[in-house]
């Protein structure tokens, strides 16, 4: 933001520069000091300074003045800078006139001629008025801004994302903010497409994708090699482990994630058994760490998709959704897996629109004083219903199982049933979603039978499903798409499996690609489980490579 402005006024042309030099030597590092020679010329001046959003905190302006005295300039100033402090310099014989427009002007405060010393009859006096002007100071915001509303296509995704990679924002809803509307025609944009970023450089994004937003933002969307030890796919807990312990014992390691650093873990709200943390931590925040550790051991990190993985003459391929190509000698899967689809009525359209797939902590303050639905009875859902129980006015934890207690850690459950607003009903489904614009009623499938309720947001944590299908067909896979490492190769009929040395425990039907993490066959579902999957990829990365030499 912009230095705040100090006005000063006063047709004696000695008089005022004395004033601003006053004024800049005590506030100028702070300040803006700028000055007018006349009343109407201020008022001029005000005006442009009001087009131009600029704010002016103090205004010093002197009586005689021909033309426009400083009362009546100071009174047509205040619709202009109503929140400014208003000071009136007299002569000894304007003092009458300067205590009636104590009332007409609304001036804050009178100083006679001289106000020599400046540092006992001057700035005692505007060092308290500028105080209280900060404290009712709310500065203008000069960030990036968010125009989208609550309920329309891509908003969530666009917060999300921006939410996620620490990108500080401000989210301006046109259903409810009549200020969005002017911010969208002063750029002269099409109300009708949103969502838009605003960015403080006067430039703008019309509903941007994930990778548009990446590269507007700095984050890094290219590699700057074509060349790497090993290259991680995914940047949740397994793969910032593996980017970790790579890039730490010497290893050019880039780690590909086209969304943001922690996966499921990340949007997490509060992750409480995780080992060396004992009053918990976010998911967000446990990821952040992570990926400062890693950038503090050299990875790289880029913000794309890889969309195909190819091998030739003991190298692999990657190829990146913008069609750039990266080779390494070793790669690490590590893409975790998306939260299972409820297949019912309403779904795809309302989804992002009322029904969400996992936890943003985005959505919290939307939801404040309304009933929250969780669907799913594990930790991630247990976590979820925790952190809306202190937006919502209610939290409905919807369970298919008789408890929680086959599904869930106990600490969660001991502190959902010590929170009040927060209600499970077991054997309960989601059965359909109803509403117009967005997400307004669902059905549920109770042992009562079927009953509907108002709901305008549902957060889905039914288990998790790989999504493997991109991968080549040479990478073996169980029924559900997870991928077999390892001893699990054995399951498969065909033998898959070629060379005459066991293939390493994390290591996939092709030499040289490893998984770690929630898509590999067998695995734990904990984000310590994890974590510990990747680091220990990393020791059979330097034993493959070993074979190399």
Not at 106 to 126: A, G, S, T
Not at 252 to 259: Q, R
Not at 341 to 360: T, V, W
Not at 487 to 505: F, I
Request: charged letters at 20%; aromatic letters at 8%; glycine letters at 8%.
């Amino acid at each position: 933001m912009a230095k705040p402005i100090l006005l000063a006024v006063d047709d004696d042309i000695s008089v005022l520069e004395a004033v601003v030099q006053d004024l800049r030597r005590q506030y100028g590092e702070k300040h803006r000091v700028i000055r007018a020679a006349s009343g109407q010329a201020a008022l001029d001046i005000c005006r442009q300074l009001k087009e131009r959003n600029d704010v002016v905190a103090l205004i010093l302006s002197d009586q005689r003045m021909p033309g426009m005295t400083g009362v009546e300039f100071l009174e047509a100033a205040i619709p202009l800078f109503p929140e400014a402090k208003r000071v009136l310099l007299t002569a000894y014989a304007d003092t009458e006139a300067a205590i009636r427009a104590i009332n007409s002007a609304r001036i804050h405060y009178y100083l006679n001629k001289p106000w020599d010393p400046p540092e006992e009859k001057l700035y005692p006096v505007l060092d308290d008025l500028l105080q209280a002007w900060y404290l009712g100071f709310k500065p203008p915001y000069d960030g990036i801004q968010l125009i989208s509303p609550r309920w329309g296509a891509g908003d969530h995704e666009v917060r999300n994302f921006l939410s996620r990679n620490r990108i500080g924002f401000q989210w301006v809803d046109p259903d409810i903010n009549p200020e969005a509307i002017p911010l969208l025609r002063q750029r002269e944009l099409d109300e009708a497409k949103l969502p838009v970023v605003l960015f403080p450089d006067g430039t703008s994004l019309v509903q941007p994708s994930s990778t548009q937003l990446a590269e507007k933002v700095g984050l890094s969307v290219q590699a700057s090699q074509e060349y790497y030890d090993v290259v991680v796919v995914g940047a949740g807990p397994a793969g910032l482990g593996a980017g970790v312990y790579g890039a730490s014992e010497g290893l050019k390691t880039l780690v590909v994630e086209p969304f943001a650093a922690g996966g499921q873990a990340g949007s997490s709200s509060k992750i409480e058994n995780y080992l060396g943390f004992v009053d918990g931590i976010s998911g967000e925040e446990l990821a952040q760490r992570a990926y400062l550790q890693a950038r503090r051991f050299k990875a790289e990190f880029l913000t794309q998709r890889v969309t195909q993985i190819g091998s030739e003459n003991g190298y692999h391929i990657l190829r990146m959704s913008d069609d750039r190509e990266v080779t390494c000698r070793a790669c690490i899967l590590a893409i975790g897996v998306q939260y299972c689809r409820l297949d019912i009525p309403g779904e795809d359209r309302f989804s992002g629109a009322g029904l969400y797939y996992g936890a943003a902590t985005t959505q919290g303050d939307s939801c404040a004083d309304e009933s929250v639905y969780i669907v799913g009875g594990a930790n991630s859902a247990g976590q979820a219903a925790m952190y809306f129980s202190r937006h919502a006015r209610e939290v409905c934890l919807l369970v298919r199982g008789k408890d929680l207690e086959r599904s869930m850690s106990k600490y969660l459950i001991e502190q959902i049933e010590a929170t009040q607003n927060i209600v499970v009903e077991t054997e309960t489904q989601l059965v359909a979603l109803d509403g117009n614009a967005h997400l307004q009623c669902i059905t549920l499938s109770t042992p009562a039978g079927l009953v509907k309720r108002g709901a305008s947001s549902v957060f889905v944590f039914i288990g998790a499903e790989p999504k493997t299908q991109w991968l080549p067909e040479r990478i073996a896979r169980d029924a559900k798409g997870f991928v077999l490492a390892g001893p699990d190769l054995k399951l498969q009929a065909d033998e898959t499996w070629r060379l005459g040395r066991d293939p390493y425990l994390l290591e996939t039907s092709v030499p040289g690609i490893f998984v770690a993490g929630d898509v590999r066959h067998g695995s734990v579902k904990r984000c310590a489980s994890a974590v510990g999957e990747g680091s220990i990829a990393i020791q059979f990365v330097h034993q493959y490579l070993a074979t190399l030499n």
